[in-house]
Nanobody, 127 residues
Framework: QVQLVESWGGSVESGGSLRHSCVAYGYTDSRCLMGWLRQAPGKEHEGITL????????TYADSIKGRFTISQDNAENTLYLQMNSLKPEDTAIYYCAAKPGVVFPPRPLSPAWYTYWGQGTQVTVSS
């Protein structure tokens, strides 16, 4: 059974940084895509970045490009999200998610593609 377990979120002032992690338990197949999504208050889920685990290829939403970086540690089955230059509008519940596959699907950042989701964790950025 696959379980994605995220690290605790946090609170930070505008301009600060946070690093978020997600451990994939029970998922040993590298032929998968893993990504990060977020849901701000009153808004729908927004896919912000996606990685093809077998190749390391990545894609980012314009809203976070140049500020956030997705990375992986295959030996630890862990996905990371480094968040720099945080803004108040980055305040949201952040989720990691995964789906089988080896190529980006159409509209790769769509939340509809994912099979497995983490529990979500709150990130708050104050001005």
């Amino acid at each position: 059974q696959v379980q994605l377990v995220e690290s605790w979120g946090g609170s930070v002032e505008s301009g600060g940084s946070l690093r978020h992690s997600c451990v994939a338990y029970g998922y040993t197949d590298s032929r998968c895509l893993m990504g990060w999504l977020r849901q701000a208050p009153g808004k729908e889920h927004e896919g912000i970045t996606l990685m093809i685990i077998s190749t390391g290829n990545t894609t980012y939403a314009d809203s976070i490009k140049g500020r956030f970086t997705i990375s992986q540690d295959n030996a630890e089955n862990t996905l990371y999200l480094q968040m720099n230059s945080l803004k108040p509008e980055d305040t949201a519940i952040y989720y990691c998610a995964a789906k089988p596959g080896v190529v980006f699907p159409p509209r790769p950042l769509s939340p509809a593609w994912y099979t497995y989701w983490g529990q979500g964790t709150q990130v708050t950025v104050s001005s």
